[in-house]
């Protein structure tokens, strides 16, 4: 399966600020996902990357909380904006082929928010 | 709305206990369901997928069936190195490529 790449690792943010995370695929995708996870929970879809058009997202998350961006198949850019303490969490970076087919996960971004 | 339940949200072994966790879901029609494994500070790791009932995945300790209704993963005779979450999800109903997922089972085997 592919190689999926996060970086950063892990941060410590002021509130207010923002921080972009990278995802990084050792070849061509054609869906790549940005998830989070909130300590002790399980995983939440925040949108739906899709190369050469705006992001797909999921009741709750909207694009000026979390733009993303997709210019090529293996690539991806989530912007965590405006960021609270509530924001604290893991970010993870997924991607699938195609329909009812499993996903494969990067080892995310544990972002935390003081 | 597409429903995975998994139980039980926690289950501490002792190395060499058998046991199963369990994941139910609502999804009609299912179009497979997947089983992933997660350790702390990682993330989810892809173990098995299941399409239809009655099939069985195995690896290594791990074995994987699934009902029209719900899917359990045994494990028989766990290790330390066993403990981890354990996440099953399913392709939504409304978009196959998006995946619903359970809330998982924390596994703990103690030696």
């Known amino acids: 399966s592919a190689v999926i790449s996060q970086k950063p690792s892990r941060d410590i943010c002021q509130r207010g600020t923002s921080l972009t995370i990278q995802c990084q695929v050792d070849?061509?995708?054609?869906?790549m996902f940005w998830y989070r996870q909130q300590p002790g929970q399980s995983l939440t879809l925040i949108a739906t990357?899709?190369?050469?058009?705006?992001?797909?997202?999921e009741s709750g998350f909207v694009i000026d909380k979390f733009p993303i961006s997709r210019p090529n198949l293996t690539f991806s850019t989530l912007t965590v904006s405006n960021m609270s303490p509530e924001d604290s969490s893991i970010y993870l970076c997924?991607?699938?082929?195609?329909?009812?087919?499993?996903?494969?996960f990067g080892d995310g971004t544990r972002l935390s928010i003081l | 709305e597409d429903q995975v339940t998994q139980s039980p949200e926690a289950l501490r072994l002792q190395e060499g206990e058998s046991s199963s966790l369990n994941c139910s879901y609502t999804?009609?029609?299912?179009?497979?369901l997947f089983w992933y494994r997660q350790d702390p500070g990682k993330g989810p790791e892809f173990l098995f997928t299941?399409?239809?009932a009655g099939e069985e995945k195995e690896k290594e300790r791990l074995k994987a069936t699934l009902t029209k209704k719900e899917s359990f993963l045994h494990i028989t005779a766990p290790k330390p190195e066993d403990s981890a979450t354990y996440l099953c999800?399913?392709?939504?109903?409304?978009?196959?490529?998006?995946?619903?997922f359970g809330e998982g089972t924390q596994l703990t085997v103690n030696p």
């Open positions: 070849s061509q995708v054609t869906m």
């Open positions: 990357a899709n190369q050469g058009s705006e992001a797909t997202y």
């Open positions: 997924s991607v699938g082929g195609a329909s009812n087919q499993p996903q494969h």
């Open positions: 999804v009609s029609g299912l179009r497979g």
């Open positions: 299941l399409y239809s």
């Open positions: 999800a399913v392709p939504r109903e409304t978009s196959g490529s998006r995946l619903t």
